[in-house]
T-cell receptor, first 114, second 114 residues
Framework: GEQVEQLPSILRVQEGSSASINCSYE??????FPWYKQEPGENPKLIID?????ERKQIQELIVLLDKKAKRFSLHITDTQPGDSAMYFC?????????????FGKGTQLIIQP | NAGVIQTPRHKVTGKGQEATLWCEPI?????VFWYRQTIVQGLEFLTY????????DSGMPKERFSAQMPNQSHSTLKIQSTQPQDSAVYLC????????????FGPGTRLLVL
């Protein structure tokens, strides 16, 4: 089955700077890549996603890049704020019928330092 | 919209006992997913229903775990003869129709097996 690797596991950045999280996947059939943010004691919440027909997507301070050839995708948070501190998970899923399950990376603990 | 509802929020059970976890998807959503979250393994897919029919149970341990969706408004995950390694947060998610629609997660059930 699909495997998703996520790095780094912990990321500390200064408030106002950018943060980047990188993920790679193995299954070339994967074509949907969501990112979830999880705060302590809370459920994961979708913050942005990208499909394989796109290379870049931006929602406000969130930018997702997808390199299908390299089987890599990444999340970039610009102008980080204290509220961005949380766990972030990347995920992948494939198109074939019934393959809607998400395979998650192990997560990145993002710490915004004042 | 109440979101995905999961009950109980916390469950403590003794080794060898049975645990039943409940999930009520968002009204109108036809796809229901179960995931398990632990510190070590992260977020793991367990099983998936669409229109109450089981679609993919490839993540379910073959012994002791079972899931059902008797009607469109709830799904259950049952763990028989619970073991300490079953301790985890069990997350239910629903989406409009599967097919890579956004998955909305419930608050989870934190299961502790003593």
């Amino acid at each position: 089955g699909e495997q998703v690797e996520q790095l780094p596991s912990i990321l500390r950045v200064q408030e106002g700077s950018s943060a980047s999280i990188n993920c790679s996947y193995e299954d070339s059939a994967s074509n949907y890549f969501p990112w979830y943010k999880q705060e302590p004691g809370e459920n994961p919440k979708l913050i942005i996603d990208i499909r394989s027909n796109m290379e870049r997507k931006q929602i406000q301070e969130l930018i997702v890049l997808l390199d299908k050839k390299a089987k890599r995708f990444s999340l970039h948070i610009t102008d980080t704020q204290p509220g961005d501190s949380a766990m972030y998970f990347c995920a992948a899923s494939a198109c074939p019928e019934g393959a809607d399950r998400l395979t998650f990376g192990k997560g990145t603990q993002l710490i915004i330092q004042p | 919209n109440a979101g995905v509802i999961q009950t109980p929020r916390h469950k403590v059970t003794g080794k060898g006992q049975e645990a039943t976890l409940w999930c009520e998807p968002i009204s109108g959503h036809s796809a229901v997913f179960w995931y398990r979250q632990t510190i070590v393994q992260g977020l793991e897919f367990l099983t998936y229903f669409r229109n109450q029919a089981p679609i993919d149970d490839s993540g379910m341990p073959k012994e002791r775990f079972s899931a059902q969706m008797p009607n469109q408004s709830h799904s259950t995950l049952k763990i028989q003869s619970t073991q300490p390694q079953d301790s985890a947060v069990y997350l239910c998610a629903s989406s409009l129709a599967g097919h890579q629609d956004t998955q909305y997660f419930g608050p989870g059930t934190r299961l502790l097996v003593l």
